[in-house]
């Protein structure tokens, strides 16, 4: 009933519209004019493939015939208005020679010798810079300078595949949430070997980051378009491997368990083995931008996660910027991890579990949305030298007051040398600390700096037990431990000038 | 709606002129209106109607003979007669005392013949007499071939039960669990079954199987059959019981009853903080008028946000289209209330045709408010020597819940003196709104936790509908005593929540404001799901009796055709900010503000929708069956049963996964294949051997099957908003399980003694037993700590072994004081064991404590290591009164399957002790009242953790309550 009525209504419409047309062609056709051609606007093109155009072609005079001449390439006629029809187009199949610019002419002449041009400009590149990548990776594949690579939804570098990244790629995660998540997961026995460098960092982030490649090249890391806060816009970067962990159905038949933020349903999230010095692989000068979709309660993706991943694989000089989860975390493995910093996530800055047994020298936390280091030790029976963090400066201020240093007495942390600043009011270490403090396993934080607020003293921030390891110190400048801020040159922290305002 | 509306009003309409009519057809006659006396004929022996029976009223020239259903009424003027019954070999049965009076209509239910022996053998009762006997039921029951119960509107009309739930607990055997769900011998819903006029038809319910039966007015009811064991000619799906609740074609009587009821529960009725929120005007009908709609265009995967590429005018438009309601506000909640009308009728169209009706329409307005809701994720601990239970995630507070029931049903009759043609439509519909306010405490020391607080505010509105139609004809062949009867009957359903709300604060430890946090109470979602079922069940049943080795035997066959198709689609959103979260107090109200949607401020919604969707799915299912039986006695007192049924049963599913909708091609993707195809053969065995006139001992075998549902054969990931669990369809392969989830096949064997004594008194003794390969279980998926997901999956091959006692007494043995009262009951034990899968074996080994010791086999998951029904009643007829006590317990039954890290949970057992009291008022019961009290101990509702040495921790808890309700029929 209703389709029949809108065919009815659409037929009486077209009608009625093609009595003014022909209304119209009646009134110009005693006024022969001459023909006007109107080209295509610009396109992109590859060298070698063929390119269709196609131009718009009025000819009041009634159409006799049409050229077209190419630049940087060539052009050939592959439809065209029947002789003495009054309007059509002409379609020009255009085949580019070489990088750089291209052009189309054509000339339409009509009935009477009268004749009109337009020319269409193309860009010729050699090859596709962007990528849509929708498949799991499989087998040996590089994702290359000056490309963008667009992550179609959770893409696995399964068991035996190796995705290498070459410096000044840009990954960017299309957008959603839940079963929608777009996120990169290297899955046990894959292989990830994404080396950027100082110069050229490999960035990750969302498509709605207009960075460039080409920007990338010139030196500038800094979002053109979003702010350094703006979070949840996809996933994150997953690294899963054979390293012991101690999970929570250990000693079954399984050593393995489910990453959080991976549904069950995809066995490529499982970590965890029995291999310590298990490689999955090298990431280095890598910054990862405003991920951390949602997958449901207590189940986001972390801006860097690491499950059982072990000390043959290389972590140096990451950046983790407005994750909507943690900016990283480890679940058990032994990898070490040097230069990180995190910068503006939602919520913990550094979370470890499950007897991560690595090191992580050299960090940078700034302004994380809950503590800047969430420290847990083994759910299962095994247990592991434990973890090691040093060499921290931290900007508190922004995270709601929680707080500081969480751990609880099964906490296997040993944590030296670091800076606090920035404290909000209320800023505490976790309540369970002297839990912590009581280990028989000879965990301990020491050597603690705080630059405190004005009118405040050791005591209003840090337990009885752990004041005698924190000193106060007038300044950031007057510091004698922290991290070794030159190593985070690269960051858009640093280039947008968010870490000279902190008087880093 | 409007249309059922329509319908409804048309067929109102229809069968007045009907009814005047049919009041015109008694007062023909000049000065006084004549009365009518209704009976129906039965066979002693086998309890079946008797056809062409000769009913004379004695002195006069009256008289009539019995139609195929042994049915007969004689139109006499206002008077007092005798009847004589006679049918060639029966003994001829005088009826003396039969009052007729004007106007009205005497039913002479249940007049039993017996076989006459000598010649001009005759009896003589009282009118009286025959009117307060439960021969009928008790007949059939004793006569039947297999094992069944029941309960007839004879016996419900007498004592005023005013719903089928509410009469059904009179059948021994038979748990109701919420008021509403059949249990029977304590195994779960999986294995129960509910069918109207022998159809299936779906629950309001998705996670139910069978059909809550509460929403029957009993004056809609003829019977209500309860099988425990099989016979071919009914499904082969079920495993504990059939219920079958068959609806009047012709009320014996004419009745126009119009009823009403309150409940009132002191915990849960007029609180001021019972929670609502605001809802769409028609809630009250039991649906939603579109307010709770998906916003325009959000059903596409790419939304309009912004980074979307759309314009921040389009992405505030797109918002707008989001109801700003985001948290429930406190309010004072009324009590329950129902009305409901009835009314039906038969009556002669011409000299052996009749035309009987049915039509009732209910209403019924619920509140339940529960203060402390609680619910619990716990842990085991790794230490061998640590033996508690530690939370993960504990949630506590208020759940509010407002459902509208609605529902009618109409049936039209008409009866020829070879056949019978039956339409009956029924609409039901459910609208439940309910609101929730959570403290949530998650804990950092549990493995996979991050450690948090949040305040969650949840909004859900469930509204179904089931629309049924059937139309049955019968016929027989009175020369052959063939009987044919064939059904067509489609039924629509559909399950819609749309626009479920779910906002957690998380909250700052050091009290500053609350805000959200992913990582933490994670962001406001919310959900629309939407599941549509159509329905179309067909069969064929042919019976002929003959005589086999000089006894009455039944040949029966029939074919059985059912074809079911479900859509279901989830659709998710969640909140999302471009920068930062406006500053929260931690008021849901002040979230989905004008100036704080985007682009005015920065929340926008993100899509958790990709397309394909993975949480849309199709699923169908044709069922044809086919089956033979016969009935007949080799030797005389041995009545043997053998029936074979086949079912070529093929489900087929449309859906993926995750992996696949996300791009992925070796994800998995099912385009209507197979996922079940299998032809199974059911035989079916009932030895009865009459011991003596009232005893009998059985032994009965049979297969029977249990299939998974839609849900569980699915790539579903369903997660309950409120609990936050997750429920995985059964197709995903999850570590050691493979995706390939099967039907359980059910090997059952019964043996039991009975003894039927007079006013429906029996005692009987059985033991069972039923082999299950292949049982289908909810598992904990071990490989995830973090979140709580569950997957139906085949576990290893389990055994229940059972004993049943059951009996029911009228206690005038023990004074004549007491004639009145009787005490029922019956008491089933059952020892179940079920074989674990390795892994689960495994995964319990590795936390074993110390002193503990694992064995790989276990109590089944859904079943009851006992179950006591038992009832005191009082029942006086003549007095219009009828009151009892009723009591239900279940023992500590298993409901998840953990292992490993996490515990066991077990169903608490609940003590229900119910009171109820019908009592008749006026000459003529024109007036009956019931009251009732529930859960009268105040028991708690409750599932528990259980550990090794641990103590017991809460997986949830709450409190029903006591609640009383008073209810009023008035039959004009």
Known sequence: MNIKSILKSTLSLLLVASLFISCDDDSTSSTPMEPSVSAPSSQNALVGDAVELTFNVTVSGGFASATA?????????????????????????????????????????????????????????????????????????????????????????????????????????????????????????????????????????????????????????????LDPDVNGLWGGVIVLGN??????????????????????????????????????????????????????????????????????????????????????????????????????????????????????????????GDSPFELDGPEGSFTSSGHTITNATVYVAGNGAEEMIDVDDNTDVNMSNILFFGLNEGSIISSDYPDYAANTNGFSITNIEVVLPAGTAVADFFPEGLIPEVTAVGSVGEATVGADITAFAWTWARQSGALDDLGL | M?????????????????????????????????????????????????????????????????????????????????????????????????????????????????????????????????????????????????????????????????????????????????????????????????????????????????????????????????????????????????????????????????????????????????????????????????????????????IPTPI?????????????????????????????????????????????????????????????????????????????????????????????????????????????????YNLTGMHLQNGESSATNFFIDNSENAPGQSGYTADSYNLVYGERSVTNFMLRGTHYFTSSNWEIDWRVSPTYSTMVDPDIRKTAYTLSVSGQAPRFVAGAGGNPSRIWRDMEEVNYAGR???????????????????????????????????????????????????????????????????????????????STVENIAAYVSNEFYPITNLKVYLGLRAENYVQRHTGRDALFAQGDVSGNNLDNEKVLDALDFFPST????????????????????????????????????????????????????????????????????????????????????????????????????TSSEFQPRNVGNGEVFGAEFEFRKALGFISPLLRDFSFNGNLTIVESEIDMTNQEYLARKSREKVGENINDTRQMAGQAPFMVNAGLQYTNPAIGLDAGFFYNLNGETLAIVGGGLFPDVYVSPFHNLRFNMNKSLGDEGQTSINLSVSNILNDTREEIYQGFRADDEIFSLFTPGRAVSLGIKYAF
């Open chain 1, 69 to 225: 001449a190419a630049e940087n390439g060539s052009a050939t006629i592959s439809s065209q208005p029947s002789s003495g029809a009054t309007s059509g187009s002409v379609v020009v199949s255009y085949s580019a020679s070489s990088a750089g610019a291209g052009s189309v002419t054509i000339t339409v002449t009509d009935s009477e010798g009268l004749s009109d041009n337009a020319t269409a400009v193309l860009t010729i590149s050699e090859e596709e810079t962007t990528i849509r990548v929708v498949d799991n990776i499989t087998g040996e594949t590089t994702w290359e300078t000056g490309k963008t690579y667009i992550l179609g939804g959770r893409i696995a570098v399964i068991a035996g595949a190796t995705l290498t990244i070459e410096g000044g790629a840009v990954v960017k995660g299309e957008a959603g949430t839940g079963a929608n998540a777009t996120a990169l997961l290297v899955a046990r026995d894959g292989t990830l070997n994404a080396n950027g460098t100082l110069d050229a960092p490999i960035i990750f982030t969302s498509v709605a980051d207009e960075i460039t490649p080409e920007q990338v090249a010139s030196g500038d890391f800094t979002s053109p378009n």
């Open chain 1, 243 to 368: 390293a012991p962990i101690s999970a929570s159905n250990e000693g079954g038949d399984v050593n393995e368990v489910q990453i959080e933020g991976i549904p069950t349903s995809d066995s490529n999230g499982l970590y965890g083995g029995s291999d310590e010095s298990d490689s999955s692989g090298s990431i280095t000068y890598i910054s990862i931008r405003h991920g951390g979709s949602n997958i449901g309660e207590g189940n986001e993706i972390n801006g860097l996660t690491l499950g059982g991943v072990g000390n043959g694989t290389v972590i140096e000089n990451i950046e983790i910027v407005a994750n909507q989860d943690d900016g990283v975390e480890f679940f058990g493995g032994s990898v070490n991890a040097t230069n990180v910093m995190v910068w503006n996530n939602g919520d913990d800055a550094v979370d470890t579990d499950q007897a991560w047994s690595g090191t992580i020298d050299n960090m940078l936390l700034v302004s994380p």
């Open chain 2, 2 to 302: 409007k249309t059922i509306l329509k319908i409804t009003l048309i067929l109102i309409l229809a069968f007045v002129p009907f009814r005047i009519f049919a009041q015109d057809d008694m007062s023909n006659t000049a000065d006084e209106e004549p009365g009518l006396i209704r009976g129906s004929i039965l066979d002693e022996e086998s309890g079946e109607p008797i056809f062409g029976v000769s009913v004379f009223v004695q002195n006069t020239s009256g008289g009539a003979s019995t139609d195929f259903d042994g049915k007969f009424d004689i139109e006499l003027p206002a008077g007092t007669y005798d009847l004589r019954i006679t049918y060639v070999s029966y003994r001829t049965l005088i009826i003396e005392s039969v009052e007729v009076t004007p106007g009205e209509v005497t039913i002479l239910s249940s007049i039993m013949l017996s076989k006459s022996v000598e010649e001009m053998d005759e009896v003589v009762v009282t009118a009286s007499a025959i009117n307060t006997s439960e021969v009928a039921m008790m007949s059939k029951k004793m006569k039947a071939a297999n094992l069944m119960d029941g309960i007839s509107a004879q016996q419900f009309d007498r004592v005023g039960d005013s719903d089928a739930a509410d009469a059904i607990k009179r059948v021994t055997g038979v748990s109701i669990e919420d008021g509403k769900y059949v249990f029977v011998r304590g195994l779960g819903d999986r294995y129960t079954k509910t069918m109207l006029n022998s159809i299936d038809i779906p629950s309001l319910d998705p996670d139910k199987n069978s059909l809550q039966i509460d929403i029957f007015p009993t004056n809609l009811i003829d019977n209500m059959v309860i099988t425990k064991s099989a016979v071919a000619d009914m499904p082969a799906d079920f495993t504990g019981g059939i219920v079958n609740i068959e609806t009047k074609a012709f009320p014996e009587e004419p009745f126009f009853d119009v009823s009403a009821s309150i409940g009132y529960n002191p915990d849960m009725h007029f609180s001021s903080e019972f929670l609502t929120y605001e809802g769409s005007n028609t809630d009250f009908l039991g649906f939603d008028n579109g307010k709770r709609d998906l916003p325009t265009g959000a059903e596409n995967d790419r």
């Open chain 2, 308 to 420: 979307s590429g759309d314009s921040p005018d389009q992405v505030n438009d797109f918002l707008q289209g989001f109801d700003s309601t985001l948290g429930p506000y406190a309010t004072t909640n009324p009590m329950d209330y129902s009305i409901g009308v009835s009314l039906g009728n038969q009556f002669r169209v011409a000299t052996d045709k009749r035309l009987g009706y049915i039509l009732s329409a209910t209403y019924r307005n619920s509140y339940t408010h529960y203060n402390d809701y609680q619910f619990g994720e716990y842990q085991t601990q790794p230490n061998p020597t640590d033996y508690d239970l530690v939370y993960a995630t504990r949630q506590s507070g208020t759940v509010s819940d407002r459902n509208v029931l609605a529902g009618g049903l109409a049936g039209i009759a008409y009866k020829t003196s070879r056949s019978k």
């Open chain 2, 540 to 618: 064929l049943d042919v019976s002929k009796e003959f005589q086999m080795l000089n006894n009455p035997s039944t040949l029966k066959f029939g074919a059985n055709y059912v074809y079911k198709e479900r859509d279901y689609e989830i659709l998710t959103f969640d909140m999302q900010n471009f920068g930062s979260w406006p500053d929260f107090t931690g008021d849901p109200s002040e979230i989905f503000r004008d100036e704080n949607i985007y682009p005015n401020g920065t929340i926008y919604y993100q899509s958790g929708n990709p397309d394909p969707n993975p949480n849309k799915y199709n």
């Open chain 2, 686 to 785: 009932n030895l009865t051997y009459n011991v003596s006139d009232n005893q009998n001992i059985r032994f009965s075998y049979s297969k029977t099957i249990a299939r998974p549902s839609f849900k569980e054969l699915s790539f579903a990931q369903i997660l309950d908003p409120i609990s936050d669990r997750i429920f995985n369809g059964g197709l995903f392969a999850i570590g050691e399980w493979d995706g390939n989830l099967t039907e359980t096949r059910i090997n059952n064997i019964d043996f039991r003694w009975e003894r039927f004594s007079t006013r429906g008194q029996l005692m009987s003794v059985s033991l069972f037993y039923k082999s299950f390969d292949d049982p289908i279980e909810i598992v904990r998926v071990q490989a995830q700590a």
